[in-house]
């Protein structure tokens, strides 16, 4: 039973170490790889198009032949290779550790929380209250949820399952391979899926469908972690203000479950009829995205232990 132990390994890496260091973690590499395309081209949607296409199938490719070789090498060593490579591709104590650090600044040193929550969320703080600022920590820590752990770890589990009958290089290459290539689409996102970036429009809507899914299913463990299945028809009113197709989803869950009002200015607001987060309501919610994510790990575990004891019945 190599995939479940697997994951186990990748969810014991990411309690102990939480992020390998900088210079050494695979997605700063891959970021490397995606800056050369963050230019003014003159067919920008052609190269996005080649750039989504292509840099996570490389990633991927690379990822999984690594894992096969160690395989082939040895059952164990096959294994805690795999474990690392789902590690690296997944997020989680990092997360929450910094987003706790911004809520906790903002009671004393409300400048110091904006600059800091630049590693959290893509928006100009330089105006924000303490409460918007809060308000986009936990908002980042919903989103990231999905992005950063639930999506690379559900595409691990899931093509882990179906290629069960397969031998077991093929399998842990092929699911280590598919939880790389969800974490590089979502790379490629988040350094060019702007709008004032057309060549990262074919990189945006790759995200949105891929994220379909996962954006949902973190709803459902958020809804599921503070034991308020309600929260999800109460997201639902809110979503239609939400650019993303996604997000919305495990923000507005949280949104309810804390019962807090989480905005972007000038974007969205859910839960409108509530207060912004206080330092506590925050701390709170960043805590219920933890159980989240660890509902996550170990849902993969049961579910690819369940699988391969089928198949070996």
């Known amino acids: 039973m190599l995939t479940p132990v697997a994951v186990v390994v990748a969810g014991v890496l990411e309690a102990t170490l939480g992020e390998p260091p900088q210079r050494l973690h695979p997605v700063a590499w ?4 995606v800056t050369p395309f963050d230019r003014q081209w003159s067919r920008p949607r052609a190269v996005g198009l080649t750039a989504a296409a292509l840099l996570p199938l490389v990633a991927a490719a690379l990822v999984g032949t690594v894992v096969v070789l160690a ?11 795999t474990g690392v490579a789902l590690f690296v591709t997944t997020s989680l104590r990092m997360l ?5 650090g911004v809520v906790t600044t903002t009671d004393a040193d409300l400048p110091r929380a904006r600059e800091r929550l630049r590693s959290l969320a893509g928006r100009d703080a330089a105006d924000l209250s303490a409460g918007q600022v809060r308000s986009a920590a936990v908002e980042s820590a919903a989103e990231n949820l999905a992005d950063g752990l639930v999506a690379p770890l559900g595409a691990f589990t899931v093509v882990a399952a179906v290629t069960g009958a397969l031998d077991p290089a093929a399998q842990l ?4 391979g598919a939880a790389t290539w969800v974490k590089a689409v979502n790379t490629l996102d988040s350094m060019l899926g702007y709008r004032s970036k057309p060549v990262g429009w074919a990189s945006a809507r790759l995200d949105d469908a891929v994220m379909w899914l996962p954006a949902r299913a973190s709803a459902v463990l958020l809804a599921v972690a503070s034991r308020r299945p309600d929260a999800l028809p109460a997201a639902r009113a809110w979503l239609d203000g939400v650019p993303s197709p996604n997000s919305g989803w495990p923000m507005g869950v949280l949104a309810a479950t804390a019962g807090v009002r989480l905005e972007k200015p ?5 839960n409108p009829e509530a207060s912004l987060p206080t330092t506590a309501a ?13 509902l996550a790990y170990l849902l993969a575990a ?11 019945s």
């Open 30 to 33: 891959l970021g490397r790889l």
């Open 96 to 100: 929450l550790t910094e987003a706790r």
């Open 173 to 176: 290459g092929l699911a280590a």
């Open 71 to 81: 395989v082939l090498a040895h059952s164990w060593l096959g294994i805690l290779v």
């Open 302 to 312: 049961w579910a690819l232990a369940m699988t391969e004891g089928i198949a070996w």
């Open 266 to 270: 000038d974007a969205y607001v859910l």
């Open 282 to 294: 925050a701390r709170s919610a960043i805590g219920t995205v933890g159980v989240a994510g660890v």
